[in-house]
Antibody, heavy 121, light 115 residues
Framework: QITLKESGPTLVKPTQTLTLTCTFS??????????VGWIRQPPGRALEWLAV???????RYSPSLMGRLTITKDTSKNHVVLTMTNMDPVDTATYYC?????????????WGQGTLVTVSS | QPVVTQPPSSSASPGESARLTCTLP?????????IYWYQQKPGSPPRYLLY?????????GSGVPSRFSGSKDASANTGILLISGLHSEDEADYYC?????????FGGGTKLTVL
């Protein structure tokens, strides 16, 4: 059974750096054709994709946020970490961790419950 | 990044069918893309429903009923999610998604009301 759980601060101040951890089980990121990504959703608004890291350490980022994001993995701990620099109130959102796998196509097939991050002074 | 357009709202009655659309910009061809669909209910994460590329290349998410299906309208450059035999519990937000240049793009979502 695949599960993912996000953890990190619920409140950050403007200009600070956000660090979120995704802890997963039921799969290993050493397995080929797997990845873990991050997606966020501001309150009452649409989904926005942020980044993904693949089993081979390939990384992809949202073009609009690329300079602020870093995604890394620790396969020994089954963790994926996302850092976002220079946080702003517009970054207030629920942040989701997502499992992606390739079977004819790359689907975002398992989602964590999400963690709400508020940016406020 | 392309802008993927979904109507903000749609409604239908129980037992009827709902047809939700996902329109790609004119400079990209829906025929070249897999269209993914997600369902999100209040307070829950999105749930993967299915993807559709063609009648010979499509896939259903785990446990997703067959009354959820995908298609395309090439003339409108649009992906379509068809939900047949609507249930009250189908009331939710629905998001479409594509991969473009190794990045994910979501549509703005459609709120489906089951009257």
């Amino acid at each position: 059974q695949i599960t993912l759980k996000e953890s990190g601060p619920t409140l950050v101040k403007p200009t600070q750096t956000l660090t979120l951890t995704c802890t997963f089980s039921g799969f290993s990121l050493t397995t080929s054709r797997l990845g873990v990504g991050w997606i966020r959703q501001p309150p009452g608004r649409a989904l926005e994709w942020l980044a993904v890291i693949y089993w081979d350490d390939d990384k992809r980022y949202s073009p609009s946020l690329m300079g602020r994001l870093t995604i890394t993995k620790d396969t020994s701990k089954n963790h994926v970490v996302l850092t976002m620099t220079n946080m702003d109130p517009v970054d207030t959102a629920t942040y989701y961790c997502v499992h992606t796998s390739y079977s004819n196509t790359w689907s975002l097939d398992y989602w964590g419950q999400g963690t709400l991050v508020t940016v406020s002074s | 990044q392309p802008v993927v357009t979904q109507p903000p709202s749609s409604s239908a009655s129980p037992g009827e069918s709902a047809r939700l659309t996902c329109t790609l910009p004119s400079d990209i061809n829906v025929g070249n893309y897999n269209i993914y669909w997600y369902q999100q209910k209040p307070g829950s994460p999105p749930r993967y429903l299915l993807y559709y590329s063609s009648d010979s290349d499509k896939g259903q998410g785990s446990g997703v009923p067959s009354r959820f299906s995908g298609s395309k309208d090439a003339s409108a450059n649009t992906g379509i999610l068809l939900i047949s035999g609507l249930h009250s519990e189908d009331e939710a937000d629905y998001y479409c998604m594509i991969w473009s240049s190794n990045a994910v793009v979501f549509g703005g979502g459609t709120k489906l009301t089951v009257l």
